[in-house]
Every structure is written in C-alpha cells, then in structure tokens.
C-alpha cells in the first residue's frame, strides 16, 4: 500500500470542546505539526448511523442505518472491504457496532470479542467492547489508555496498513453530565492527556493519523439532529498531505474516500465525495 493510516474516533465531541479542550492537538496545530479542520455529520447525527457512513462515504438515507437500534450487516464498499481488496492488513479497536456493520452479525461475545482472521476479507484483527450494561448511572466504557495501547499492540504484532480505534468515553459523559461543567472539561483533558503520547509513536512507525469524531453533542448532551452543536466536530490530520483551507467545513461522507485515496487503495464508485487531503 502507499501509506499507513490510523483513524481515533472520539465518540460525541462537539467542535467547542476540541477547541477550548484539547491543548495536546490544539498546540500541535499551532506549533505547525498537524492540520485541523471543521466536519460535519450526516443526518440522522446518531451514533450507529454515523459510524456507517463514515466507513461508507454514504448517507443513511442510503446505507439503510437509521439509528442505534437498527444495526445490521452493510452489503456496501467499505473502507476495510477496499483495503483488504488492495491487499493490505485491517484493524479496528471499537464499539461491537462497527463489528456488526462490517464484519458479521449478529455480535456473539464469545467469538467476536477479540479475533484475528488473516483471510477475512474485512476487519483481520479485532478487539470490540459493548458497554452492556450502559446508562445514566452506569457508564460502562473501558479506559481509553487501555485501548490506545491495544490498538498499538496490533499495529506492532500484526503491521496493520488500516486501523481504527473508537471509544464513546466522551459521548457517555456528555449524555450524562451534559458539557459546560467541570466534569466535562476534566473529560476531555484527561483523553486529550491520555492520547498524546501515543501519537508521536504511530508517527514514528510510519503512520499518517486522522483524530476526529462522529458527532458532536448540544447543550442537553443530545445529539441526532440538525444543529451545529449535534453535527460539528473537529479533524485533525497528522501526516504529509495537504488539505485545503483552514476555514474550510468537511463533511462526514468526504473521509472514506480520503483515507482510501491516502492509502493507495481504489475509490469504489458508491462513494460520491471528494477527497479533502492531496
């Protein structure tokens, strides 16, 4: 493949508090050392419908997903389906819901939990979770520093060519604590803190990364509409490629495309948006 690349999806950040947050990557972008750039959800901006478009590059109203309780095997290209295809090894650190979409379902606990499969044609090595269990009281995410490293075990065991890590640690909190309070911004500093010292490390073994979110949150920790603060989010793009202006808004659909692009591996026809990085 051309490139390596790591794609971290923070689950439900909206853009004021990468801005406002996330000194780590903010202060890469200021020193000249990353990209950043403004993304916008499709719609519905729930969660399930997001994670499909965002390995698609299609909107629900076309991969068929129309919420968290509406998770099904896709029969559409895929960024793990196109890397497979150009020969190149697959990963993913994630919520079972992306193992659902892109793999196989139902989700079985016993055999899908963690995997390694040389000859699958879609996700080869696999570490889900799935917060069982979740509500209100009961927040039932792992530690994000325990997946970053995991994630980092598989790109050193097994040389992956595409990984991507996925944690809802964020979008939990918002849910219930909602975000102009100090629990939240004690959140994001603490993510920002525990992400840090991997990226220099995935730069060091010839990865590109791209740290982004599904969706954002608004002011009552909802999200699934259509309001800036449901569907704006931050990017940021670690790597030699050149996007376009800072001022420059994204749109969800636009990163299957790009990472493909960035990878070597072909663009299928299903995925209509431009690439945003040169």
């Known amino acids: 493949m051309k490139s390596k690349l790591l794609l971290i999806i923070l689950d439900g950040v909206p853009l004021r508090n990468w801005r406002k947050l996330f000194g780590n990557l903010e202060g890469w972008v200021e020193q000249g050392m990353a990209q950043t750039w403004t993304m916008r959800s499709v719609l519905p901006s729930t969660s399930a419908s997001c994670y499909a478009s965002i390995h698609t590059g299609l909107p629900p109203q076309t991969h068929g997903c129309t919420g968290n309780g509406n998770v099904f095997r896709i029969d559409f290209p895929d960024i793990f389906s196109e890397v497979r295809k150009a020969g190149g090894v697959t990963?993913?650190?994630?919520?079972?819901?992306?193992?659902?979409?892109?793999?196989?379902?139902?989700?079985d606990l016993v055999r899908d939990l963690e995997y390694d499969e040389p000859e699958s044609q879609t996700i080869n090595h696999g570490r889900f979770?799935?917060?069982t269990g979740y509500g209100q009281k009961n927040q039932m995410t792992p530690s994000d520093v325990d997946l970053f490293?995991?994630?980092?075990?598989?790109?050193?065991?097994?040389?992956?060519?595409?990984g991507i890590l996925h944690t809802c640690t964020l979008d939990s909190m918002g849910h219930?604590?909602?975000?102009?309070?100090?629990?939240?911004?004690?959140?994001?500093?603490?993510?920002?803190?525990m992400l840090a010292?991997?990226?220099p490390k995935w730069l060091a073994q010839g990865y590109e990364v791209i740290v982004t979110a599904d969706h954002g949150q608004d002011e009552r920790g909802h999200h699934g509409g259509k309001t800036p603060l449901q569907q704006e989010f931050a990017l940021y793009y670690f790597g030699p490629?050149?996007?376009?202006a800072p001022d420059t808004?994204?749109?969800?659909?636009q990163l299957a495309p790009t990472i493909l692009k960035r990878l070597g591996a072909a663009?299928?026809?299903?995925?209509?948006?431009e690439p945003f990085l040169d």
């Open 129 to 131: 979770h799935t917060m």
């Open 91 to 107: 990963g993913a650190v994630t919520h079972s819901f992306w193992s659902e979409f892109f793999n196989r379902h139902p989700f």
């Open 176 to 193: 219930r604590f909602y975000h102009d309070c100090e629990e939240m911004d004690h959140a994001c500093y603490v993510m920002d803190e």
């Open 241 to 244: 490629a050149k996007g376009p």
């Open 149 to 162: 490293a995991t994630l980092s075990m598989l790109c050193g065991r097994f040389n992956l060519d595409y």
């Open 197 to 199: 010292p991997f990226i």
């Open 249 to 253: 808004v994204l749109h969800q659909l």
């Open 267 to 273: 663009i299928p026809s299903t995925m209509k948006a």
